[in-house]
T-cell receptor, first 113, second 112 residues
Framework: DARVTQTPRDKVTEMGQEVTMRCQPI?????VFWYRQTMMQGLELLAY????????DSGMPKDRFSAEMPDATLATLKIQPSEPRDSAVYFC???????????FGPGTRLTVL | RKEVEQDPGPFNVPEGATVAFNCTYS??????FFWYRQDCRKEPKLLMS???SGNEDGRFTAQLNRASQYISLLIRDSKLSDSATYLC?????????????FGTGTLLAVQP
């Protein structure tokens, strides 16, 4: 049963620290998404990639967030420096471009103190 | 206007009831539509795709109205296990076929 995996599952850090979240998409999937979920805003699209190339990162605060896919099996989302308002659940999702819908990982619950 | 809008609920219904959710979207060029389900503290999971002709999967029926730019989800004979947040998803914003935008979700609570 193929699944998207994310690490860490939970992260508590202090304001100003760097946070790196990792995602392993389902093997063979060519589209990868990063979403952030909060009670107030719901699921917000931060960035997405197709065939490892970034297609849209307009949802990301550029000054502190960066998303990359060093290879087809790894996607990363970094926040530097982190701020309390970044506290949220960050989901990675992967899918096939033709199918249109992604499968979500379990999420990383980030708390910035 | 938000790109995808849903009534947040909660919808409190008794077991066995029929309940319907609507979702409106702003991009008339959108081509793909989905409903996801999210349980508390879990990830969203695909419930069903929404086709132009409408589609049914057991107790669940999804419909698309392009003229009015909304999609709907009907749940018949509600079960306690249907209690969750239902998220409407629409693609195609900014000309990007894979750019999926989620609604904020509608909370359903099925009561015994």
């Amino acid at each position: 049963d193929a699944r998207v995996t994310q690490t860490p599952r939970d992260k508590v850090t202090e304001m100003g620290q760097e946070v790196t979240m990792r995602c392993q998409p389902i093997l063979g999937h060519n589209t990868v998404f990063w979403y952030r979920q909060t009670m107030m805003q719901g699921l917000e699209l931060l960035a997405y990639f197709r065939n490892r190339a970034p297609l849209d990162d307009s949802g990301m605060p550029k000054d502190r967030f960066s998303a990359e896919m060093p290879d087809a099996t790894l996607a990363t989302l970094k926040i530097q420096p982190s701020e309390p308002r970044d506290s949220a659940v960050y989901f990675c999702a992967s899918g096939l471009a033709l199918a249109g819908y992604p499968y979500f990982g379990p999420g990383t619950r980030l708390t910035v103190l | 206007r938000k790109e995808v809008e849903q009534d947040p609920g909660p919808f409190n219904v008794p077991e066995g009831a029929t309940v319907a959710f609507n979702c409106t979207y702003s991009n008339s060029a959108s081509q793909s539509f989905f409903w996801y389900r999210q349980d508390c503290r879990k990830e969203p999971k695909l419930l069903m795709s929404v086709y132009s002709s409408g589609n049914e999967d057991g107790r669940f029926t999804a419909q698309l109205n392009r003229a009015s730019q909304y999609i709907s989800l009907l749940i018949r004979d509600s079960k306690l296990s249907d209690s969750a947040t239902y998220l409407c998803v629409v693609n195609g914003f900014g000309g990007a076929t894979n750019k999926l935008i989620f609604g904020t979700g509608t909370l359903l609570a099925v009561q015994p």
